[in-house]
């Protein structure tokens, strides 16, 4: 028996939705032709089955956030939401990765994405590259955060190199904490998301999520944890031999880095780029290329990130 629904757009511009002269509606109508969709002002009327209604809720939800976050949602950005929702067709729906803060749904949104998260299901350490905006950082703690919530994992270990400005941190003010902060805010950011404030304040404090500068890793076993090493791009080769070297028998590990932006003085050589060339064929280790083409950020990332690469190309 066909029921019908109504959805009250709310905190965006409905044509940043729907689009100039319902062009994205067009869109979505399409993903789900048995439902009979109209949307007038802030209101959108939804009639159909209850098992289909239920789906279109879902991506409804996926799409009022990605634009409440990115503040666009281009039409690549609706086939992309909708398309690999279409991939998982189960009551579980393996495509969410956790569910956030107010039952939002984290999913994998790209092809890439679910490559990530399929590699990290069969491989205790993967090594991801990708450029910025690729979502590899944030898939990555998206990961760890669910294992913490399904208890694969005891605890969180976020790790990254400081050399951005070129700085040690003892000579930063304020306790380790306050020294780290400016180098993991994207890091903070993704976990914001994930885990409500005052829970997240009580993981940091009882350190079931440490924040543990690179150069503190030397000497430890992680066991029983998700370790995320992040702009692994600017570890040094001793650096990656290390941190890969402080691996416990229970552990996952992923690392992610941008092979693009190495900052590293002296032109030392990047620890990410000798991994990923060294350890490509041993078994267990899942190695992921994201690409322009994963990048979730506003549709202008993508453009910028292909000018570069193709400047990159010419001037080879």
Known sequence: MAQE?????????????????????????????????????????????HK?????????????????????????????LLDSAD?????????????????IRIVARTPGHHELVKSARENDLVLVSGPAGSGKTYT???????????????????????????????FLPGDMKDKLDPYMQPIYDALYD?????????????????????????????DHAFVILDEAQ?????????????????????ITGDLTQIDLPNNKASGLVMAMKILKNIEGIGMIHLTSKDIVRHRLVKKIVKAFEKHGDESR
């Open 5 to 49: 629904r109504e959805f009250i757009i709310q905190g965006v511009d409905p044509i940043s939705l729907l689009g100039v002269n319902n062009t994205k509606l067009g869109i979505i109508k399409n993903h789900f032709p048995s439902l009979k969709i109209i949307a007038r002002g802030e209101i959108i009327k939804v009639i159909g089955e």
């Open 140 to 170: 990555a703690v998206a990961l760890a955060v669910r294992a913490l919530k399904d208890k694969v994992v005891r605890r969180i270990v976020l790790t990254r190199p400081a050399v951005e400005a070129g700085e040690s941190l003892g």
């Open 194 to 222: 994930m885990i409500p404030a005052k829970r997240l304040e009580e993981y940091l404090e009882n350190r079931t999520v440490e924040i543990a500068p690179l150069a503190y890793m030397r000497g430890r076993t992680l």
């Open 87 to 103: 991939e998982f067709v189960s009551g579980s729906d393996p495509a969410v990765l956790v569910h956030g803060n107010k039952g």
């Open 52 to 80: 289909e209604i239920d789906a279109f809720a879902d991506r409804y939800d996926e799409m009022l956030r990605h634009l409440e976050r990115y503040n666009v949602l281009t039409e690549g950005d609706i086939h992309n």
């Open 234 to 254: 600017n570890t040094t080769e001793n650096q990656m031999k290390m941190f890969l070297t402080r691996m416990g028998s229970s552990a996952k590990f992923v």
